[in-house]
C-alpha cells in the first residue's frame, strides 16, 4: 500500500510569510509524529498525535509553530511568521499503533527555505 | 531525559570489510532501540531494532548488539557494499514517554570501491 507522503517536496518562504506542510500517514495509522531534521542532524522530535489527540508538543520550537490533525488521519504543521532559522526538513512519521517498539515509518520530509 | 551519542560521525571503509558503529545512551531505563539507514535526499528507514531483554540481533549482513551494563549499542555491517552508503542514526526510546524516540547525530558511512 501507499507509504507516508507528504506536501509541498520543497518550499520556499520569504522570512515573515506563513507556511502550512501537509503530512498523509499510512492508512488506519493511530500514531503520526513530526520531526525538525537540520542538515547535518538527526531528526528532532516536534509534536506526536495518536489519533486526533495531541499528546505532545513539547518538541515545537515556539508558539509560531501549530499543529493539527482533526479528523486523526492527515496531519498539517503550520509556520507562522517563519524566520531563518526555520529552514530545515520537516518530516512526518506514522505508525500502527502507539505501542512499544511499534516502527514509526516516515514520509520523503517538505524542505523548507526560509530567505 | 535520555541522550544519545554516536560514533563516529564519519566512517570509510574499503567495500567487502565490516563497519561498525557505536551509540550511548544515557537513561538506563530505556528499552528500546533502532537503527535507521537515510541515503542522500531520502526518508529515513529502519533496518534493525533491539530491545532491552536481548544482547544481540541478527538480519543477513546487519547485526545490532546492546549492552545494558555500559549503556551501549552498536550496528555491525559485515561485507559491505557500495549500496550501504549513507547516514546511520541510531535512537532509544525515551522512557519519559511511551513514544518519543530520541535519535543520534548520524554517522556517514562510505564505502570505497
Known amino acids: 500500500g501507499a507509504g507516508v507522503s507528504q506536501s509541498p517536496r520543497y518550499k520556499v518562504a520569504k522570512r515573515g510569510q506563513d507556511v502550512a506542510l501537509r503530512c498523509d500517514p499510512i492508512s488506519g495509522h493511530v500514531s503520526l509524529f513530526w520531526y525538525q531534521q537540520a542538515l547535518g542532524q538527526g531528526p528532532e522530535f516536534l509534536t506526536y498525535?495518536?489519533?486526533?489527540?495531541?499528546?505532545?508538543k513539547s518538541g515545537l520550537p515556539s508558539d509560531r509553530f501549530f499543529a493539527e490533525r482533526p479528523e486523526g488521519s492527515v496531519s498539517t504543521l503550520k509556520i507562522q511568521r517563519t524566520q531563518q532559522e526555520d529552514s530545515a526538513v520537516y518530516l512526518c512519521?506514522?505508525?500502527?499503533?502507539?505501542?512499544?517498539?511499534?516502527?514509526?515509518?516516515f514520509g520523503p520530509g517538505t524542505r523548507l527555505l526560509v530567505l | 531525559g535520555e541522550n544519545v551519542e554516536q560514533h563516529p560521525s564519519t566512517l570509510s571503509v574499503q567495500e567487502g570489510d565490516s563497519a561498525v558503529i557505536k551509540c550511548t545512551y544515557s537513561d538506563s531505563a530505556s528499552n528500546y532501540f533502532p537503527w535507521y539507514k537515510q541515503e542522500l535526499g531520502k526518508r529515513p528507514q529502519l533496518i534493525i531494532d533491539?530491545?532491552?531483554n536481548v544482547g544481540e540481533k541478527k538480519d543477513q549482513r546487519i547485526a545490532v548488539t546492546l549492552n545494558k551494563t555500559a549503556k551501549h549499542f552498536s550496528l555491525h555491517i559485515t561485507e559491505t557494499q557500495p549500496e550501504d552508503s549513507a547516514v546511520y542514526f541510531c535512537?532509544?526510546?525515551?522512557?519519559?514517554?511511551?513514544?518519543?524516540?530520541?535519535w543520534g547525530a548520524g554517522t556517514k558511512l562510505i564505502i570505497k570501491p
Open positions: 533491539i530491545r532491552s
Open positions: 498525535f495518536q489519533n486526533e489527540a495531541q499528546l505532545d
Open positions: 535512537a532509544a526510546r525515551n522512557m519519559d514517554s511511551n513514544y518519543q524516540l530520541i
Open positions: 512519521a506514522s505508525s500502527l499503533t502507539s505501542g512499544v517498539g511499534e516502527t514509526q515509518y
